[in-house]
């Protein structure tokens, strides 16, 4: 085993996966540290859910290989290591919440408490609940309960909130945190820039089966998280505009002006406070897809700095 693998709780090497024609994970290469709380942030088809199950055993990457903690994934798995949330699972039905936890808890040599868990999921209330009433919020915090049982090091979690409403949402990663602070490794996907940039200490982006993207959620926001603002401006000079701070870019038709932003708000204040004629103003945010496709093609393409997390 390198030193690498044995620093590090996830090692992946030169990962490929085609599904017949479609190239899923075209080469992914990721050390992730002991503690770190990772987004896998990208479009949907990027190779996040792919990615995943690979880590966790589920697929067997072409090419490349998979290391948690040093083992392979399902022996990290069997050991009670790791903890795999899936985008599409269900619960087992009648059962109520503290049976089905403390079922899976039972698989693993060295589980937590049934209680501690359900303390730390804020499941107490729905403890005695059958799985088949729970409300959508409700059911993944059970599931993230069932990751969490075997007490493992490392938690991934493959779009947790995809179907949660934003109150759902919000609690679900208050309980991630939670986690997060008992010094686990947590490795979620999600397709929200927001989530990635709230909840995860570092932000991995990928796109069409690569990596595109790797460095602090505060520096990928930046890159990916541009807006743009639409005005009815006339007679000001594009060159001023393109100067104001936090616009990256600046273009005119007619009376109406585009500006590019990597922090509208400054831009926004500024553009105000010097040209109060300024009208109709439209802040709109990049989509994720079209601010990836720039990263990856865009003419400063050399983005991920994976040489020293
Ligand atoms: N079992 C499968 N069979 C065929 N194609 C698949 C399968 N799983 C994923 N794909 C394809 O691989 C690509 C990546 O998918 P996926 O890993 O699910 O991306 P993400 O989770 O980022 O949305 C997509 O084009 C998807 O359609
Ligand atoms: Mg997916």
């Not at 039905?93 to 209680?115: F, I, K, N, Q, W």
């Not at 520096?219 to 060159?239: F, H, Q, W, Y």
């Amino acid at each position: 085993m390198s030193a690498e693998e044995q620093s590090s709780a996830v090692v992946l090497q030169g990962l490929v996966k085609s599904y017949g024609p479609v190239r899923a994970v075209t080469g992914v290469d990721l050390q992730i540290r002991h503690g770190e709380t990772v987004a896998l942030l990208g479009p949907n088809g990027a190779g996040k859910t792919t990615t995943i199950d690979m880590m966790l055993g589920l697929t067997k990457p072409d090419t490349g290989s998979v290391s948690l903690f040093g083992q392979l994934p399902r022996a990290a798995v069997a050991r009670g290591a790791v903890g795999g949330m899936l985008q599409n699972g269900t619960l087992l039905r009648d059962l109520t919440v503290r049976e089905l936890v403390a079922m899976v808890g039972g698989l693993y040599p060295d589980p937590l408490s049934v209680d501690d868990v359900l303390r730390i999921t804020d499941t107490v209330d729905i403890a005695d609940r059958r799985t088949q009433k729970l409300s959508g919020g409700q059911a993944q915090r059970v599931r993230f309960a069932m990751a969490l049982v075997s007490n493992p090091e490392l938690l991934i979690l493959d779009e947790p909130t995809a179907s949660l409403d934003v109150g759902s949402r919000r609690e679900f990663w208050g309980v991630m945190r939670r986690s997060a602070a008992l010094g686990k490794t947590v490795v979620f996907a999600t397709h929200y820039l927001e989530e990635a940039d709230l909840y995860a200490d570092r932000v991995v982006v990928m796109t069409r089966g690569r990596i595109v993207a790797d460095g602090p959620a505060t520096e990928i926001k930046a890159r990916v998280g541009r807006k743009n603002i639409r005005a009815t401006l006339a007679d000001v000079g594009i060159d001023s505009l393109r100067e104001l701070p936090g616009v990256v870019g600046a273009e005119r038709r007619g009376e109406s002006i585009l500006l590019r932003c990597v922090d509208s708000d400054q831009a926004l204040r500024l553009l105000l406070s010097r040209y109060p004629a300024a009208s109709d103003i439209e802040v709109t945010g990049v989509g994720l897809e079209e601010a990836f496709i720039e990263i990856t093609e865009g003419p400063d393409s050399s983005l991920t700095s994976g040489e020293d997390h």
